[in-house]
């Protein structure tokens, strides 16, 4: 009876202290906290971009288009618009119209493929003095690193600072389809390494998931790449206001 007693007791002392610590957490920054409330489990999981195989054909003549007349090809490229990798058509693209919405129906096909064991938990936690850390278990782990600094709007890791680059506004034509959010960037052109890193977080444009994209690239001073690493995962985000 007494075991009885004193487990009571230390799980009413626990569920206090809890509660006392979520009552005095800190409000985290709005450009975060509109996305994942502070120290609340999120589901999420690591996904890839599965885009239909036949669809890289499609490149090839990109590629082909672009080699004949480079000019001429990035005036007509820049007429999809911003984040649209697909131009409008043209004979000189080198396929048939036919051909062409056959590749715009297969672009339509691509989705996101969670990786295995790709489930994750995704947490937003103060880490210091108005700093906080995105927390994000196993495969995501790598987004853990990187530290958000409130009253600069910058992300710290262990190459630099990231600092606040234009906001995103993909339309649904972009590889990521239609989402919204915000980035940040490190670039270093240094002799001996080059560096880009990215963070960006958002919302797809239904609204239903929040994104969250890393992304790590260095190069040797002679062009042999050293690190090209992308992570996306997709959760579940804080509900929007009606």
Not at 125 to 130: A, Q, Y
Request: proline content about 5%; some cysteine; hydrophobic content about 40%.
């Amino acid at each position: 009876m007494k075991f009885i007693t004193t487990l009571t007791t230390l799980c009413a002392t626990a569920t206090l202290a809890l509660t006392t610590a979520a009552l005095n957490a800190a409000e985290p920054p709005a450009i975060l906290g509109q996305y994942l409330e502070a120290n609340v489990v999120a589901k999420g999981e690591v996904v890839k971009l599965d885009i239909p195989v036949e669809f890289l054909k499609f490149r090839e003549l990109l590629k082909e288009a672009e080699k004949a007349d480079p000019e001429w090809f990035k005036k007509h490229q820049e007429k999809a618009g911003k984040d649209n990798p697909i131009p409008p058509f043209d004979t000189k693209l080198g396929m048939t119209k036919a051909e062409y919405d056959k590749y715009v129906a297969l672009w339509e096909q691509r989705t996101y493929k969670r990786v295995e064991d790709g489930k994750v938990h995704v947490i937003l936690t103060e880490d210091g003095e108005n700093e906080w850390v995105i927390n994000v278990s196993g495969k995501g782990m790598p987004v853990s690193l990187l530290k958000y600094v409130a009253a600069k709007d910058q992300f710290e890791s262990s190459n630099g600072t990231l600092a606040r680059i234009e906001d995103i506004k993909s339309p649904k034509e972009s590889i990521y389809r239609e989402w919204s959010g915000q980035e940040w960037r490190f670039f270093n052109d240094g002799d001996l390494v080059k560096t880009k890193e990215n963070i960006a977080i958002g919302r797809t444009g239904d609204g239903l998931y929040g994104l969250l994209i890393y992304s790590l690239q260095e190069l040797s001073g002679t062009g042999t790449p050293l690190a090209d690493d992308l992570l996306m995962i997709r959760f579940v985000p804080k509900k929007l206001k009606k």
